[in-house]
């Protein structure tokens, strides 16, 4: 069973850089066929795709994020990274890691169970 | 970017009843590209339908999903007291974008 789990800080000052670590256990991120993602949620709101990178490195970012968003992966410790930065408090919110499948038909089929950052001084 | 506009954003139904959640994409989606999310109180979105009509593993039959082009929809046959949630529409065509949400509450 694959589970991933969310890791970083909870409390951002504005203006810094928010970094968040997703670990996945019960499989490898180097096994291929699969991106995988950040997804937010602003409090009470719905929810808002981030980016993805697949274990070669490469990566695809929401147009609206992207000048600020650098994912990474690290597949010796099979984990992949968010950064986030010049954060403001309209990026407090609850952030998951997640998997989409690569194929024809594609999805999220794994959650992590999502962590709360808060952008305050 | 393609938006998903989800309606209604509340639905009260009660127990038994059948709920009907539509998405509307802002152009064509393929209906390969078009998935639905169940996410309650505190937790992670759950997979529910994927390719607008296959259900995820272990996913009732009362869950049912069609559609295409731009009119997609969410069936759920029987309510049972497990399914009031929120649920969310989702794409991959352009990028990825998710619907607003709609609440399935209790009459």
């Known amino acids: 069973q694959v589970q991933l789990q969310e890791s970083g800080p909870g409390l951002v000052k504005p203006s810094q850089t928010l970094s968040l670590t997703c670990t996945v256990s019960?499989?490898?991120?180097?096994?291929?066929?699969?991106?995988w993602s950040w997804i937010r949620q602003h409090p009470g709101k719905g929810l808002e795709w981030i980016g993805y990178?697949?274990?070669?490195?490469?990566?695809y970012y929401n147009p609206s994020l992207k000048s600020r968003v650098t994912i990474s992966v690290d597949t010796s410790k099979n984990q992949f990274s968010l950064k986030l930065s010049s954060v403001t408090a309209a990026d407090t919110a609850v952030y998951y890691c997640?998997?989409?499948?690569?194929?024809?038909?594609?999805?999220?089929?794994?959650w992590g169970q999502g962590t709360l950052v808060t952008v305050s001084s | 970017e393609i938006v998903l506009t989800q309606s209604p954003g509340t639905l009260s139904l009660s127990p038994g009843e059948r709920a009907t959640l539509s998405c509307r994409a802002s152009?064509?989606?393929?209906?390969?590209?078009l998935a639905w999310y169940q996410q309650k109180p505190g937790q992670a979105p759950r997979l529910l339908i994927y390719?607008?009509?296959s259900r995820a593993t272990g996913i009732p039959d009362r869950f049912s999903g069609s559609g295409s082009g731009t009119d997609f929809t969410l069936t759920i046959s029987r309510l049972e007291p497990e399914d009031f949630a929120v649920y969310y529409c989702?794409?991959?065509?352009?990028?990825?974008?998710f619907g607003g949400g709609t609440k399935v509450e209790i009459k």
């Open positions: 989702q794409q991959y065509g352009s990028s990825r974008t």
């Open positions: 152009q064509s989606v393929s209906s390969s590209y």
């Open positions: 390719g607008a009509s």
């Open positions: 019960g499989g490898s991120i180097s096994s291929g066929g699969y991106y």
């Open positions: 990178i697949y274990y070669s490195g490469s990566t």
């Open positions: 997640a998997r989409e499948l690569m194929n024809q038909l594609p999805n999220f089929d794994y």
